[in-house]
């Protein structure tokens, strides 16, 4: 098994800046496609951006232009660089990857605990 952890949420002002860090737990494992999911109050989760591991990326329409998603294999991290934020950026952010500890093994996929930004106006 492996965890998620997120870090880099908070509160910003609108137009401010955060970066989202999300790190496998334990060495070793290996993370394929990574994705960075938001949940706002009272809407379904939505996927915000995806990475395969090779490095390329696609984005929720709203947030293209604003939001970089990038990883660090090495490191088995994946980021998420986000500018000029706006309230309705609003939520709580999920790390998701699939990841796994030998190359022959199929991918499992694991979800972080979320971690809250809050953009106010």
């Known amino acids: 098994q492996v965890q998620l952890v997120e870090s880099g949420g908070g509160l910003v002002q609108a137009g401010g800046s955060l970066t989202l860090s999300c790190q496998a737990s334990?060495?070793?494992?290996?993370?394929?496609?990574a994705a960075w999911y938001r949940q706002a109050p009272g809407k379904q989760r939505e996927l915000v951006a995806q990475i395969s591991r090779g490095g390329i990326s696609n984005y929720k329409d709203s947030v293209k232009g604003r939001f970089t998603i990038s990883r660090d294999n090495a490191k088995n991290t994946v980021y998420m660089q986000m500018n000029n934020l706006k309230p309705e950026d609003t939520a709580v952010y999920y790390c998701?990857?699939?990841?796994?500890?030998?190359?022959?093994?199929?991918?499992?996929?694991?979800w972080g605990q979320g971690t809250q930004v809050a953009v106010s106006s």
């Open positions: 998701n990857a699939e990841a796994r500890l030998y190359s022959n093994q199929p991918y499992s996929n694991y």
């Open positions: 334990r060495i070793g494992f290996s993370i394929g496609t």
